[in-house]
């Protein structure tokens, strides 16, 4: 089993921004959340191992709570 990578691990990562920024260029709304769930999708099956996956929703979801809120 592979742990989840949270340090910087792309190279040229702020291209990669910079590439993500312009993807959603010009889209609606509802476009812009399509695209980042295909994306999402297809990263993770390119991943393919469910526990990392596990981890990363888990990663994700507590990125967004404000702590000192939530005890």
Same mark, same amino acid.
């Given at each position: 089993? *592979?742990?989840? *990578?949270?340090? *910087?691990?792309?190279?040229?990562?702020? /291209?990669?921004?910079?590439?993500?920024?312009?993807?959603?260029?010009?889209?609606?709304?509802? /476009?812009?959340?399509?695209?980042?769930?295909?994306?999402?999708?297809?990263?993770?099956?390119?991943?393919? /191992?469910?526990?990392?996956? *596990?981890?990363?929703?888990?990663?994700?979801?507590?990125?967004?709570? /404000?702590?000192?809120?939530?005890?």
């Amino acid at each position: 089993m *592979t742990k989840l *990578t949270t340090t *910087t691990n792309i190279t040229g990562a702020d /291209d990669f921004y910079a590439e993500l920024l312009a993807a959603h260029e010009g889209l609606t709304k509802a /476009d812009s959340d399509a695209l980042n769930a295909r994306l999402i999708l297809i990263l993770a099956n390119h991943i393919g /191992d469910r526990a990392v996956l *596990t981890e990363a929703l888990a990663a994700a979801a507590g990125a967004g709570v /404000d702590r000192k809120q939530s005890a």
